[in-house]
Nanobody, 127 residues
Framework: QVQLVESGGGLVQAGDSLRLSCTAS????????MGWFRQAPGKEREFVAA????????YYGDSVKGRFAISRDNAKSTLYLQMNSLRPEDTAVYYC????????????????????WGQGTQVTVSS
């Protein structure tokens, strides 16, 4: 089992940037495919970005494509989400998630495909 802790959220203005981090408790971090999801009040959890074990393969939700970038540092057991050109509609609680992939190059876009979740970090973008 792996424990995940997100950080880096906050209150920013539209057009600003933020970088979220997700630190894993286990040194076997590179065994896991990782993802970022977000949930706004009254809405379902939404896929944001995913990355394969080595970081070679990434995938983004349509609403963040071209503005957000997912990356990972396996030596530091840390996942990142660089968020640029933030918009008020990006306001949500952001969660990182981990799962053991079937193939090493796999990444996943559905919340049900992930086994471990962090507690979330709030991102608020004012207009």
């Amino acid at each position: 089992q792996v424990q995940l802790v997100e950080s880096g959220g906050g209150l920013v203005q539209a057009g600003d940037s933020l970088r979220l981090s997700c630190t894993a408790s286990r040194h076997t971090f590179d065994n896991y495919a990782m993802g970022w999801f977000r949930q706004a009040p009254g809405k379902e959890r939404e896929f944001v970005a995913a990355i394969s074990r080595s970081g070679t393969h990434t995938y983004y939700g349509d609403s963040v494509k071209g503005r957000f970038a997912i990356s990972r540092d396996n030596a530091k057991s840390t996942l990142y989400l660089q968020m640029n050109s933030l918009r008020p509609e990006d306001t949500a609680v952001y969660y990182c998630a981990a799962t053991n992939p079937y193939y090493s190059y796999d990444y996943y876009t559905l919340a049900d495909q992930y086994d471990f979740w962090g507690q979330g970090t709030q991102v608020t973008v004012s207009s």
